[in-house]
């Protein structure tokens, strides 16, 4: 069975850091691409972050770029996302998902939440940003 399991969300003040966790089961983990999407309140889902662990290759999207960290321990099937200069509107459920790799890269590249190509979402995990 496919299971994503995300972790490390909670409260943080606005410039704080979070680093979420990714634990994939189920599946060959270098054979797809992980990302990192989010959902705030009254909008849709979208991509943040994606990496592909056979390659090392990453992606974000312009909202995050310089402030969000993705990276991948393969021994673990694990994927992370460091979280630096969070700010209000970084407010969301944050999901990982896995899917081909390069549809995963055209959801995080164009802002999309499509669902992925390897199990469910899962629950997810809340990162609100106080002011």
């Known amino acids: 069975e496919v299971q994503l399991v995300e972790s490390g969300g909670g409260l943080v003040q606005a410039g704080g850091s979070l680093r979420l966790s990714c634990v994939t089961s189920g599946f060959s983990f270098e054979d797809y691409g992980i990302g990192w999407f989010r959902q705030a309140p009254g909008k849709e889902r979208e991509g943040v972050s994606c990496?592909?662990?056979?390659?090392?290759?990453?992606y974000y999207a312009n909202t995050v770029k310089g402030r969000f960290t993705i990276s991948s321990d393969n021994a673990k099937n694990t994927v992370y996302l460091q979280m630096d200069g969070l700010r209000p509107e970084d407010t969301a459920i944050y999901y990982c998902?896995?899917?081909?790799?390069?549809?995963?890269?055209?959801?995080?590249?164009?802002?999309?939440?499509?669902?992925?190509?390897?199990?469910?979402w899962g629950q997810g995990t809340q990162v609100p940003v106080s002011t």
């Open positions: 998902a896995a899917g081909q790799p390069a549809s995963v890269k055209l959801d995080v590249v164009h802002g999309l939440g499509r669902s992925p190509t390897a199990g469910s």
């Open positions: 990496i592909s662990p056979a390659d090392g290759s990453t």
